[in-house]
């Protein structure tokens, strides 16, 4: 009897053995870092920049949505920018003029400012009354700047 517990005794210390310890705790970080490369995201892109009433300074939101199509697109050859500017929020047609001109040109700096910059740069100022807007549309959309921008792979302006 004592024999049998003996050997069952061992079998079981080596089943033990062949399977690796098991533990809640984390796994150790790797000793080598890791390299993950960064792939470009070369195709067309559409961007909307939203701006307050009146203004035309960028956001925190519009600016991180600014830098994200930035590393985006870096190492891309930005071939076309078309900037299409709706500024509904301005009274009279000179003051609707100066905005979206702002707006714009605050826009197209700050891709600059990031490397995208194009041979090919159109803008097209909307009239308020080719605005569609919905009833229940909030009004923050009738002013913004659309940007399409077309990108190939490879570098160059």
Not at 30 to 45: F, G
Not at 57 to 70: D, I, K, Q, V
Not at 108 to 118: E, P, T
Request: aromatic share 6%; glycine share 4%.
């Amino acid at each position: 009897m004592k024999r049998a517990q003996f050997v069952a005794g061992l079998s079981i210390a080596a089943i033990a053995l062949a399977f690796p310890a098991m533990s809640d705790a984390p796994k150790a970080p790797p000793t080598k870092p890791v390299h993950v490369p960064h792939e470009n995201n070369c195709t067309d892109m559409k961007i909307s920049v939203y701006f307050s009433t009146q203004e035309s300074m960028l956001s925190s939101y519009s600016m991180r949505a600014l830098n994200t199509a930035g590393d985006q697109l870096a190492g891309c050859s930005v071939t076309n920018i078309h900037a299409s500017v709706i500024s509904a929020d301005a009274k009279g047609a000179d003051a609707v003029a100066n905005l979206s001109e702002a707006r714009a040109a605050v826009v197209l700096d700050a891709l600059s400012a990031r490397g995208i910059r194009a041979r090919n740069v159109q803008t097209d100022f909307v009239p308020v009354a080719d605005v569609p807007l919905p009833e229940n549309t909030a009004f923050p959309m009738a002013r913004r700047v659309d940007l399409t921008v077309r990108a190939d792979k490879g570098y160059g302006l």
